[in-house]
Nanobody, 129 residues
Framework: QVQLVESGGGSVQAGGSLRLSCAAS???????????MGWFRQAPGKGREAVAI????????YYADSVKGRFTISQDNAKTTVYLQMSSLKPEDTAMYYC???????????????????WGQGTQVTVSS
């Protein structure tokens, strides 16, 4: 029903930039009219953190305080790909980054990671000092 594929991760020096992509294949086209997509990350020994979320119909967004001013989430015109442009990267940004999607009515909030049921395999981002 929903397949998500991340790409764009890699290793970069502090202060550098990366752009992550999440390509979505969704069989139920009605889902595009009422769903959230976004990026979460998890570092070793830490819980999963919402990084940036976008509501597809209206393109309203949420950013974690730790990435505001540095990361930008966006989507293409067809709403099939969501991007995360990351600039001024810091070592603490090192984590596995996951793309997720869910219907709005199934979420207690856009940031409730445990409520999302559709996930990609993740892409590793490593930032060195």
């Amino acid at each position: 029903q929903v397949q998500l594929v991340e790409s764009g991760g890699g290793s970069v020096q502090a202060g550098g930039s990366l752009r992550l992509s999440c390509a979505a294949s969704i069989s139920d086209t009605d889902m595009y009219s009422d769903m959230y997509m976004g990026w979460f990350r998890q570092a070793p020994g830490k819980g999963r953190e919402a990084v940036a979320i976008i509501y597809l119909p209206g393109r309203s967004t949420y950013y974690a305080d730790s990435v505001k001013g540095r990361f930008t989430i966006s989507q293409d015109n067809a709403k099939t790909t969501v991007y995360l442009q990351m600039s001024s990267l810091k070592p603490e940004d090192t984590a596995m980054y996951y793309c997720a999607a869910e219907r709005k009515y199934r979420l207690s909030s856009p940031f409730a990671s445990n409520d999302y049921n559709y996930w990609g395999q993740g892409t590793q981002v490593t930032v060195s000092s």
